[in-house]
Antibody, heavy 119, light 110 residues
Framework: QVPLVESGGGVVQPGRSLRLSCVAS????????MHWVRQAPGKGLEWVAI????????YYADSVKGRLTISRDNSKNTLYLEMNSLRAEDTAVYYC????????????WGQGILVTVSS | QSALTQPASVSGSPGQSIAISCTGT?????????VSWYQQHPGKAPKLMIY???HRPSGVSDRFSGSKSGNTASLTISGLQAEDEADYYC??????????FGGGTKLTVL
């Protein structure tokens, strides 16, 4: 059973919206902070956002603040990334990432989902 | 939120040791012992190799070690093996409660 499975990617026009989902399994989802990390084609990793275990705290990279919104539904073991006003530079593989309990590192990664912003 | 600075590439022969540096500021690398390192093979998700500057997760070879001095952290790989060829990224906690990655280093085993 794959612990983190992303979905919702695809090709979208500039200025449009998209919502990514990540279903978690094999661990107590509601106990862990979760992140989104992205990687543009041929480029390095870029941290995008974090949400606390209960959703009460959220922090974002400056590059996405005001356009991307992280959220979670602990009853559905699901993490979301709402992406609005998409730009070409948002084209990337988006990873759903779990932070180890009480720690500051990424211990489990999803397989990633590609989002392509293009007209 | 500037990316941490890593060399674009390093190389070494099998059996040799190499070090990859990761330079930040007092607001990230220098201010906290929360530096982690990730290995990424082409087309794969990253894998945790070092956390909290110098701790190795269970299952990671003891050929991998980490350290920090001031605003610069380092990952050292000893006894290089062909399978170590990959991209390596450092990451740090920041004063704004965010996270930041380095630009990545491509390791070539000659």
């Amino acid at each position: 059973q794959v612990p983190l499975v992303e979905s919702g990617g695809g090709v979208v026009q500039p200025g449009r919206s998209l919502r990514l989902s990540c279903v978690a399994s094999g661990f107590t989802f509601r106990s862990y902070a979760m992140h989104w990390v992205r990687q543009a084609p041929g480029k390095g990793l870029e941290w995008v956002a974090i949400i606390s275990y209960d959703g009460s705290n959220k922090y974002y990279a400056d590059s996405v603040k005001g356009r991307l919104t992280i959220s979670r539904d602990n009853s559905k073991n699901t993490l979301y990334l709402e992406m609005n006003s998409l730009r070409a530079e948002d084209t990337a593989v988006y990873y759903c990432v779990k932070e180890d309990y009480g720690q500051i590192y990424f211990d489990q990664w999803g397989q990633g989902i590609l989002v392509t912003v293009s007209s | 939120q500037s990316a941490l600075t890593q060399p674009a590439s390093v190389s070494g022969s099998p059996g040799q040791s190499i070090a990859i540096s990761c330079t930040g500021t007092s607001s990230d690398v220098g201010g906290y012992n929360y530096v982690s390192w990730y290995q990424q093979h082409p087309g794969k998700a990253p894998k945790l190799m070092i956390y909290d500057v110098s701790h190795r997760p269970s299952g990671v070879s003891d050929r991998f070690s980490g350290s920090k001095s001031g605003n610069t952290a380092s990952l050292t790989i000893s006894g290089l093996q062909a399978e170590d060829e990959a991209d390596y990224y450092c990451s740090s906690y920041t004063s704004g409660s965010t996270r930041v990655f380095g630009g990545g280093t491509k390791l070539t085993v000659l």
